[in-house]
Each structure stands twice: as C-alpha cells, then as structure tokens.
Nanobody, 124 residues
Framework: VQLVESGGGLVQAGGSLILPCAASGRTFSIDRMGWFCQAPGMEREFVAAVRWGGAGTFYADSVKGRFTISRDSAKSTVYLQMNNLKPEDTAVYYC??????????????????WGQGTQVTVSS
C-alpha cells in the first residue's frame, strides 16, 4: 500500500485546510487509516483515525470539534478537514494505513504504512 498526502500549506489562525491522502496498491485489504502530526523536536502524535469497512472514527482531544476525518472508499482516499486552525496545530501531518486491525487506532505502532508527510503551518 502506498500513501500520498497533499493539501498542506500556510494558513492564518482560524482558517481551514483539507488534507487528502490517496492510497494505492492493495487498498482492498485496508482496515483503517489515520492521521498523525509531528512538530519539530516532538514525538509523532495521533490526530484522527477511521475504520475503512464500517463506522468508527477517533479523534485526539485537542482536535475534537475542529477536525473531521472522512473516507471515500471508491477513491481509496481519506480526508482530514481542519477548521479553526491554531498556531499549535503547526506540524508535518502524516497519513497512515493498517491492514491488520490489531492494536489501538491512536498508536502509531498500530499502522503498517506511512505517507511522506505534508507541512501545515498556522500563523498567528
């Protein structure tokens, strides 16, 4: 499975961005996909995740009510809609995918595949 993120950029505080992540390869076997972020000098942190085959979305407390994760199974694409962005949201955002469905969706170690990341910068 290969993952390609896009949609990052520079936005003012309070603004919005949408990050698409397109999956290719053996996408039929994907169980879940997620978004993580990593700021300079910090560990990679969970942002949101979605189960591929049914209901189930998960969010970090810091983004609840502001970010929405969704999927388009026909396009093998997951989206992260980011609203009311804050300077502390500045980070590289990574898309991840997992086939096994083992382990908590909020843990980076639960995912097998990763994209190259896309930079999101929020100015104050």
């Amino acid at each position: 499975v290969q993952l390609v993120e896009s949609g990052g950029g520079l936005v003012q505080a309070g603004g919005s961005l949408i990050l698409p992540c397109a999956a290719s390869g053996r996408t039929f076997s994907i169980d879940r996909m997620g978004w993580f972020c990593q700021a300079p000098g910090m560990e990679r942190e969970f942002v949101a995740a979605v189960r591929w085959g049914g209901a189930g979305t998960f969010y970090a407390d810091s983004v609840k009510g502001r970010f929405t994760i969704s999927r388009d199974s026909a396009k093998s694409t997951v989206y992260l809609q980011m609203n009311n962005l804050k300077p502390e949201d500045t980070a590289v955002y990574y898309c991840a995918a997992d086939r096994r469905g083992v382990g908590p969706s909020i843990k980076a170690t639960s995912y097998e595949y990763w994209g190259q990341g896309t930079q999101v910068t929020v100015s104050s």
